[in-house]
């Protein structure tokens, strides 16, 4: 899992800076003086080894960003529509009130295990954040719903099971039970 | 070089007194602000512990709305209060405009207090357009006026006051000096300190966003008259707006530090030419930065969102190469003198880069999809915040009114203080980084029974804010007594 990843690479980063911290404090017990032009040049390394970690992160990152691609086709369009407070998701366009309604009501969607799903998202009112949480509760992606705009979120589900939908950008008083769901089977 | 203005002739004694006095005014009042808009977060993390089941989550919304804009609003005029009196030794700030931002900021928080606390407004502090018109009945039409009329109160006031601290500085040091050029071209110039060097970078950068938050609230109101307004355009602009307001704020605690912390070292810290570099480079990046803030919006052109990644990215080479490592080479092996105040600053920049590594993490757009209105974001922005830049605002105060009173600290209540706010403090963070690591939405007034975790996390962050909210009773006792006896010298 991504996020458990950053997190240790948080803590091992910032630790390590907290601890060069820790030690600068402690060096005070013993004052003397320091010269600086070696202070300088350990300020140069520092600098090419932060230059050469941001250009790896770069490299490491920049070709993964999770947009559509235009040369890869989708298995199935599902189609997404938020409004104050629940989202409405269906196999076919959603153009109206009465529609979304209706997706609002209707059985869940269900998906191909495998399948490059892409969800066309957009609002009928205010912003949302459509985000999709596995079985186990992993925010596996996201993106926003928009109104006037249609975001393409592209995603492959791999395991079977019901995935709940969250919104994830503050939309009004009923924000935290605004949601839907489907079913990868 | 021969400056434009010969410094001794700036500030009479009396003029100078005022000013002092002026100062203390600002930072009783931000210490005053200080455990009433943390209890609010206080208020909010019980909320999400599911203390107050019977009470209508409107509130909590209308809490964090208040919350996060006072909390915004306290720091940057604590910050802006703090480095004009640091700029009265090279520079001519207007009393005047001071005095009129105070008022104005009062009236600004007053009104949002009203609209908020007593009109349920819940917007969040980025109102998001176009949100405040679908308020659902639950804040009337007054609430949403008089909040945007709060926001025209302060922006005009902050509009005004960075001006004049503009003016100011433009006065004694050309804006070319005052950016660091001569530096840069190698050529002869003024000696310019740091803090207007990063104060001139600050203030040029917030006027811009200050911009940014007029021409939002003037689409308002041309998309309330009926004419559409394109969502993806606000969004835009509310977050270069928000987002510059937040830095430059942290940035104005950077300056203190700059200024500060080398009478307590024993050293100087001086601009020299890899300082102005960096400095000018902010000027630059901190521009484009915002655009992570909008990498879940897909719609927002594939460059764009590259270009956001770089420069969130490059932020981190001037803040750690030139001012961190600076501020650690200056405290290293030296004679320093460690007080309240110069332990506050230099943990503030301990957190300024701790909450920058979870930020720059976070500005990664593979891992923004994973992290992107989660609690990992609170989690970063506090740490820069609450262990960056209010620690050093607090030092700041703490050491104005040692000054001025010259009443001494008690070793063993700094270490308290020092103890309580690190515990409790980073405690508290570490709960909202391990949420946002596992999932669990920011802004959420209750959690789902999926999400149900989000609430025990909620209940350990109580213990710890519990925890540090002592830390900041102690410190306002102790740094409370030394401004009032410097408020009555």
Not at chain 2, 39 to 47: D, E, H, I, K
Not at chain 2, 268 to 278: E, F, G, S, Y
Not at chain 2, 354 to 367: C, K, P, Q, Y
Request: charged share 10%; glycine share 8%.
């Amino acid at each position: 899992m991504i996020q458990m990843h950053a997190f240790y690479a948080f803590l091992v980063v910032g630790g390590l800076l907290v601890l060069i911290f820790i030690y600068v404090a402690a060096s005070t017990r013993h004052s003397r003086e320091i010269d600086f032009h070696a202070a300088y040049a350990v300020r140069k390394k520092f600098f090419f080894v932060l230059l050469a970690l941001i250009l790896v992160g770069f490299g490491l990152t920049l070709g993964k960003m999770p947009y559509p691609q235009e040369n890869q086709v989708p298995d199935k369009v599902v189609f997404v529509v938020g409004k104050q407070f629940s989202f409405g998701v269906s196999d076919s366009p959603i153009t109206n009130d009465q529609e979304y309604e209706a997706a609002t009501y209707a059985a869940p969607v269900e998906l191909p295990v495998g399948a490059l799903v892409e969800f066309r998202v957009t609002s009928f009112d205010v912003n949302h954040g459509f985000s999709v949480y596995s079985p186990n509760g992993d925010l596996l992606g996201q993106t926003q719903a928009m109104p006037g705009y249609v975001n393409r979120l592209r995603l492959r589900f791999t395991q079977p099971g019901r995935y709940n939908v969250f919104c994830l950008e503050l939309c009004g008083m009923g924000h935290h039970r605004m949601r839907g769901v489907f079913y990868v089977k | 070089m021969e400056l434009t203005t010969d410094v001794t002739n700036l500030w009479s004694e009396g003029d100078l007194n005022k000013f002092r006095r002026m100062t203390l005014i600002w930072g009783a009042t931000v210490l005053l602000l200080l455990p009433i808009l943390a209890s609010l977060g206080y208020f909010m993390r019980m909320f999400q512990s599911n203390f107050f089941p019977h009470m209508r989550p409107e509130w909590f919304y209308a809490v964090l709305t208040l919350h996060s804009l006072g909390m915004v609003g306290t720091w940057f005029v604590g910050g802006m209060a703090g480095v004009s009196y640091l700029l009265t030794q090279y520079t001519h700030p207007s009393l005047a405009i001071s005095k009129l931002n105070y008022w104005g900021t009062l009236v600004g928080v007053l009104l949002l207090v009203a609209c908020t606390l007593g009109g349920l407004f819940g917007t969040g502090w980025y109102f998001l357009f176009p949100l405040p018109l679908y308020s659902q009945g639950v804040w009337q039409p007054w609430a949403t006026v008089t909040f945007f009329v709060a926001l025209a109160v302060l922006g005009l006031c902050w509009t005004i006051w960075t001006l004049d601290l503009l003016r100011a500085i433009a006065q004694r040091y050309s804006l070319k000096a005052a950016l660091g050029l001569n530096y840069l071209l190698g050529k002869p110039g003024p000696d310019v300190p740091p803090l207007v060097l990063i104060s001139t970078v600050s203030l040029i950068v917030s006027f811009a966003g200050f911009v940014a938050a007029v021409i939002v609230i003037v689409l308002f109101g041309v998309d309330a008259l009926g004419y559409a307004i394109d969502p993806l355009l606000m969004k835009n602009l509310t977050f270069f707006f928000g987002h510059i307001l937040v830095n430059i704020t942290m940035y104005l605690g950077v300056a203190m530090v700059y200024e500060l912390l080398p009478s307590y070292a024993g050293r100087p810290w001086k601009t020299n030419r890899v300082v102005a570099i960096a400095w000018d480079a902010v000027l630059f990046l901190i521009l484009f930065a915002f655009f992570h803030h909008l990498y879940m919006d897909f719609a927002q052109p594939r460059w764009v969102q590259t270009f956001g990644q770089i420069c969130s990215y490059f932020l981190a080479v001037p803040a750690g190469v030139v001012s961190i490592f600076g501020c650690l080479a200056l405290v290293y092996a030296s004679k320093m003198k460690w007080t309240l105040a110069s332990v506050l600053f230099f943990l503030g920049i301990m957190g300024w880069g701790v909450g920058g590594i979870a930020a720059v993490i976070d500005s990664t757009v593979e891992v923004n999809f994973h992290f992107h209105n989660t609690l990992w974001v609170p989690a970063h922005f506090h740490t820069y915040y609450l262990m960056g830049v209010v620690l050093i605002i607090l030092g700041f105060i703490d050491h104005l009114g040692l000054e001025v009173s010259k009443l001494q600290e008690s070793p063993p209540r700094t270490k308290a203080i020092i103890t309580l706010l690190l515990l409790g403090g980073y405690g508290f963070l570490s709960m909202f980084y391990w949420a946002g690591a596992h999932s669990i939405p920011r802004r959420y007034a209750v959690y789902p029974n999926e999400l149900a975790q989000g609430t025990l996390y909620a209940r350990v962050a109580f213990g710890f804010i519990t925890v540090l909210l002592c830390g900041i009773l102690l410190y306002l006792w102790e740094t409370g007594k030394r401004c009032i006896k410097a408020f009555s010298a």
